[in-house]
C-alpha cells in the first residue's frame, strides 16, 4: 500500500506559477508510474502528466510547454512545476500512483491516490 501526500497548492494570479509536490511513504513507489490528475468544479478528472519508471513522460495538450513533471526516486518525491498559469488550469491537484500502467493519462489504471491539493489562479 502507497500513501501519497500532495502539498504545494495555492492561489495566483494569472501568468504565475506554483510548484506542486507529492510525497510517497516508501521507497517502493519507485517502481510504480506517477502522475498528476486535476478535477475543476463540474468536469471530470483530467490527467495532466504522467512519468513512468525510466522517466519516460507524457503531457496533456493543455499543459504541454507549461507543465514540468519529475520524480526525485531517492526521495520518494513527485513534483509538477507550473508556469504561466491560466484561470482554467484551477482545480484540485491530484496525484496518482500505479504498478502497471499502459496509458500515463488514464486515471482508471492508477491504483493508488492522494487526498489532493487545491490550485486557484485568478485573472
Known amino acids: 500500500q502507497v500513501q501519497l501526500v500532495e502539498s504545494g497548492g495555492g492561489s495566483v494570479q494569472a501568468g504565475g506559477s506554483l510548484r506542486l509536490s507529492c510525497a510517497a511513504s516508501?521507497?517502493?513507489?519507485?517502481?510504480?508510474?506517477m502522475a498528476w490528475f486535476r478535477q475543476a468544479p463540474g468536469k471530470g478528472r483530467e490527467g495532466v502528466a504522467g512519468i513512468d519508471t525510466d522517466g519516460s513522460i507524457t503531457y496533456s495538450d493543455s499543459v504541454k510547454g507549461r507543465f514540468t513533471i519529475s520524480r526525485d526516486n531517492t526521495q520518494n518525491k513527485l513534483y509538477l512545476e507550473m508556469n504561466n498559469l491560466k484561470v482554467e488550469d484551477t482545480a484540485m491537484y491530484y496525484c496518482a500512483a500505479g504498478r502497471y500502467v499502459a496509458d500515463k493519462l488514464r486515471g482508471s489504471e492508477y491504483d493508488y491516490w492522494g487526498q489532493g491539493t487545491q490550485v486557484t489562479v485568478s485573472s
Open positions: 516508501e521507497s517502493s513507489a519507485r517502481r510504480y508510474y
